[in-house]
């Protein structure tokens, strides 16, 4: 195969050359952005544990349970043990950028979250002092945050009675091994909040939120489901209990069919620079009939001739997705900071990757067949004929 023509025929138009390479490059980077997010969004409901479980309201997320509950919880066979989660919506000297903020049990939580693994300073220091928090990796370094910080926060559903901030100091900074527990939250003491409303030292809503239960090492999880659903079906609170992948995946159908809406913009972009390439590369077959027919005559076989503009077509279509690839790298970093508290775990990853290659690839098979087909169709006369 002539790779040199090849080569001068792709670099005959170079603006056209530079621009459809870009064009692609573009659609290639959108497709992995959105396929990564898309990823993220499912990763949370893959990657939870079947030992878990989530208890809520049965009327709604957003309706507290009584404190009460916890230990009748506690009691239920297959139980192992379990944290309350409330949320504090707290504000940081006003900065912008969301955080989420949690109280939990400083005691039980490292228990139950067992992918969370402190990186700087200790579990012992969190759990010995109420006002101190663990925080995660990501939210240290996007803050400049160090273990022994001071961290003030302004919290307007529990503000306190004196107007001033809630005060925490890290004690220590965890990374997680999964998708289920990101690493931009903050979590404390929930006897520090409790304790604060009970003496009027602030106001607020005293309950939880949720309650995670880690289950006991070979138990039921639908049999303690049901069990905890059925001590609570006539009140005060009913509630709902749910395994973690089903509690997670809510948050992904709140925001409606997220991933399919994603994935329907990714094949539009990908459908519109498929229609660009293809009318670049007939085009460039039309321009290349007479050199077609030149090197038919030279005695190359038809193969050889329509496997030069296919060449052209996949060599345009692939550097396109390596550029449109080595984009995405370079801003998924810097994106997975930004969208780290919505859309944990956020990455490009090798998979990802591979398939927008793929994805190149088919797109330089579809857009140089055509014009391949018809330089393989062509006669010799025909071809030398042919007003270009």
Known sequence: MPLRLIFRNLLKHKLRFVLTVAALGMAVF???????????????????????????SAVSLFVDLPLSYETKIGSVDGVRTLTQFKYFGGTYQEEPGYFAQFGVDAGRLLEIYDEME??????????????????????????????????????????????????FTVAGIYRSRSSTVDESTLFFHF???????????????????????????????????RDIDAMFQN???????????EFNAQFVTMMGNVPFFL??????????????VVNTMMLAGREQTRDA?????LGFTDGAVSGVLLT?????????????????????????????????GFALTSEVILQALLISLALG?????GPAVRARRLEVVEALRAEV
């Open 263 to 276: 994935s329907m913009i990714g094949g539009g972009v990908l459908a519109a620079i498929l229609l660009a």
């Open 235 to 245: 009140g005060p609170q009913r509630v709902q209990t749910t395994t973690e992948a």
């Open 30 to 56: 959108l497709v992995c952005v959105l396929r990564s997010l898309v990823v993220a969004l499912d990763a949370g409901v893959r990657a939870a544990k079947s030992d878990r479980l989530v208890v809520q």
């Open 312 to 344: 052209q077509s996949l060599i345009v279509c692939l550097l396109g997705g390596l550029l449109g690839v080595a984009a995405a790298l370079a801003v998924s970093e810097p994106l997975a900071a930004v969208l780290g508290p919505n859309v944990a």
């Open 118 to 167: 402190i990186v700087d300073g200790s579990q012992e220091e969190f759990a010995r002092h109420r006002t101190h928090c663990l925080i995660g990796k990501v939210l240290a370094e996007g803050r400049g945050w160090k273990v022994g910080q001071r961290v003030p926060l302004v919290s307007d559903m529990f503000p306190r009675a004196d107007g001033g901030p809630w005060e």
């Open 365 to 369: 098979l579809l857009a140089g067949l």
């Open 191 to 225: 006897d520090y909040l409790f304790e604060s409303v009970e003496s009027g030292s602030a106001e607020g809503p005293n309950g939880a939120g949720v309650y995670a239960v880690l289950l006991e090492p070979g138990a039921d999880p639908v049999a303690v489901m």
């Open 293 to 297: 027919g030149v090197l038919k005559s």
